[in-house]
């Protein structure tokens, strides 16, 4: 379970997160959605620790992550995995080798098993042949399939997904969502999933996290979300000013 307790963030003197707090449950498929600008990357990289909060605090299975140390950081992180906008893959490795590194790195896995763990990896997001084909070499869908594959490779209890279908078509947009929802069901994986899209909040999440303005001024589950009668979340939903 991560719990997220009145974290406040800024930069530049500018505030981005104002007094957050919210709990995350194993097995959620949370959703967190709003105007670009408002800070939810921000609030997704205070979850396993990339960014720390100038004050409040974030606890990962009752673990404060804000001040403890570097290994203790990793150790908690070992139970995570993001997968980034744009796959983040290092562009002088192979498919295979990127999977192979973060499994290296988060796991105690033999190098005797890797290979096995890369293949059950790929063969999840249906891409079982390319791993001996470098990043320049697949499409920005498939980048993001293998960012996905990376990620569930080392076996994590949560995934962060930030923008997972930013820049796809609609039938690969669809094939992300349904590769998200799946993973979630079949791994029992908790998931946070950053995202504009209005299909994927619908398809991949059972609760949302809404923010204005470094606030939250929505959480509770999807179906409530389309129900309220706010006028900023209605705009934000239909892109109708009323």
């Known amino acids: 379970m991560i719990k997220v307790r009145e974290i406040n963030k800024a930069f530049s003197n500018k505030n981005i997160l104002n007094n957050i707090s919210f709990d995350i449950s194993n097995g959620d498929s949370i959703a967190i959605i709003g105007q670009s600008?408002?800070?939810?990357?921000?609030?997704?990289?205070?979850?396993?620790?990339?960014?720390?909060?100038?004050?409040?605090?974030?606890s990962v299975d009752n673990v404060l992550i804000n001040?403890?140390?570097?290994?203790?950081?990793?150790?908690?992180?070992?139970?995570?995995?993001?997968?980034f906008q744009f796959g983040a893959l290092f562009d002088s490795m192979n498919v295979g080798d990127n999977i192979a590194l973060a499994i290296q790195s988060s796991t105690n896995l033999s190098n005797k098993k890797i290979p096995n763990?890369?293949?059950k990896s790929l063969d999840l997001v249906e891409l079982s042949?390319?791993?001996?084909l470098m990043p320049s070499e697949i499409s920005?869908?498939?980048?993001?399939?293998v960012g996905i594959a990376r990620a569930i490779a080392i076996n994590p209890e949560y995934i962060?997904?930030?923008?997972?279908?930013?820049?796809?078509?609609?039938i690969t947009t669809d094939k992300i969502n349904q590769l998200i929802k799946k993973i979630s069901e079949k791994k029992k994986v908790t998931s946070v999933i950053v995202t504009?899209?209005?299909?994927?909040?619908?398809?991949?999440?059972?609760?949302?996290?809404?923010l204005h303005e470094?606030?939250?001024?929505?959480?509770?589950?999807?179906?409530?979300?389309f129900k309220s009668n706010d006028k900023f979340i209605q705009y934000f939903l239909t892109g109708e000013n009323k």
Not at 129 to 132: A, L, P, W
Not at 140 to 145: D, P
Not at 160 to 170: A, R, V
Not at 196 to 210: A, E, G, P, Q, Y
């Open 67 to 83: 001040n403890v140390s570097y290994n203790e950081l990793q150790t908690i992180r070992k139970k995570m995995a993001m997968v």
């Open 196 to 210: 504009h899209d209005m299909k994927t909040l619908r398809f991949t999440s059972n609760k949302v996290i809404m």
């Open 129 to 132: 042949d390319i791993k001996h």
């Open 140 to 145: 920005g869908g498939m980048k993001k399939r």
């Open 214 to 225: 470094g606030n939250i001024i929505f959480n509770d589950k999807t179906d409530m979300l």
């Open 37 to 58: 600008g408002t800070g939810k990357s921000v609030l997704l990289k205070h979850l396993n620790g990339l960014l720390r909060p100038d004050s409040g605090h974030v």
């Open 160 to 170: 962060l997904y930030d923008e997972p279908t930013t820049g796809l078509d609609p």
């Open 117 to 119: 763990r890369i293949n």
